[in-house]
Structure formats: C-alpha cells, structure tokens
C-alpha cells in the first residue's frame, strides 16, 4: 500500500518512514510538513491511505484533511496527533477520516494503517474511552429518520454507541439476546455498516449537527 506522511516535526515523519518502511506492504510515496502540501500530495499521488498530523502550521490537519474529502469522498485518511483533545475528536469524526490514533502509541500505527486499508475505522484506546463520555452530551435521532429506522433501533444503536453489549441492551430494553442481534444485523445492513464500531462512529459523527 502507497502511503503518504504529513507531519510539521522532520524527526517524527522520519522516523515513521523507516518503522512503516521495515514492512513489505508498505511504500511511502511521499512526505509533507503542512496542510497545504497534504492537499497538493494527495492531488498528485492519491495514495491508499494518508497519514497526517492534525496540528500543523498554516492549515491544519483537519482543514487539509475536509479540503481532501470534498474532492475525494472515498479518501483514507489517518490522523497521527498526540492530541488527545475532544474538540479535534468530534471534528475528525464529523470529517469522516478512517481513524485517529496517538503518536505515543507508534506500534499501534502499522497496524492502524492496515485496518484502514482493509476498509475498517480505527480509533486508539484513549479516543474510544472517551467517545461514550462525549456523545452522552448531545445526541439528535432525529437525523436518523432518513434511514427509516424504528424507535426501537434507535434505541439500540444509541445504546451500542455507548458501549453496552447485547446481554446489557437486551436486560435495558426487556428483550432477548437473540432478539437485539437480530436488530442489530437489520440495522447494520440498513445502514451499510460493517460493524459495531462503525454504528458508533455512524451515530457520533451526526451529533451536534
């Protein structure tokens, strides 16, 4: 897979290139240290995954990362930050990027950088613990009517958002275990998702709309 680096810090997109570059699946196509160069890179070499920094001088990872998306909607973009920051969070997740992942944690980024490429989301340990937390501040169903969705599936997927599991949704809601899953794989296949993860990201992404 073609990778592209983004990183304002030399050091850090250096030593990226020779971790990521220790693997035969991957091939850095090209490196940048700025938003704009993100757009221009991303323009000429429309690589598999792009994997950016989020705070940068001049433009920023997440301006350059909606400039990206508004061309390219199927673009794959990773953020690498060691901003734990729920504002950079709920931006990132409303941009639609495939994942955001701590610096601090370098062996979780090859990784990181294959699930994105197989089609998956990834979030870091410390992102997903905090996501619970921030949707429980603002949540709005009601942008889920275009989907045609049930009051009960709504309650499900608010409630799989949260982090409960079946047995949990199911004692929540007075049903059975087989009676959630089965909600669930209609959800899902509503949705077009693949996953748990994925529902929850769907239904953070529309919050604060």
Do not use: W
């Not at 734990?84 to 709920?90: G, K, L, Q, S």
Request: net charge negative.
């Amino acid at each position: 897979m073609n990778i592209v680096i983004v990183d304002d810090d030399n050091l850090v997109s250096l030593s990226l290139k020779t971790i990521l570059e220790a693997s035969p699946d991957v091939t850095i196509a090209g490196m940048g240290c700025c938003g704009a160069e993100a757009v221009t890179l991303y323009d000429t070499i429309q690589p598999d995954i792009l994997l950016m920094d989020i705070q940068m001088k001049g433009m920023s990872g997440l301006e350059a990362g909606a400039k990206i998306l508004e061309k390219y909607p199927d673009a794959k973009i990773l953020l690498l930050t060691t901003f734990n920051d729920d504002e950079y969070i709920i931006k990132a997740l409303h941009l639609g990027v495939k994942g955001y992942i701590l610096k601090q944690n370098f062996t979780s980024i090859l990784p990181a950088l294959l699930a994105v490429y197989n089609g998956q989301t990834v979030f870091g340990d410390a992102v997903i613990e905090k996501i619970p937390n921030l949707m429980r501040q603002s949540t709005n169903p009601d942008v889920f009517k275009q989907y045609h969705l049930t009051q009960k599936e709504l309650d499900i997927i608010e409630r799989v958002a949260n982090g409960r599991n079946n047995k949990e949704i199911a004692h929540d809601l007075f049903l059975s275990e087989g009676t959630v899953r089965n909600y669930l794989s209609t959800i899902l296949e509503k949705l077009e998702l693949r996953d748990r993860t994925q529902l929850a990201v769907f239904y953070y992404r529309r919050l604060r709309r």
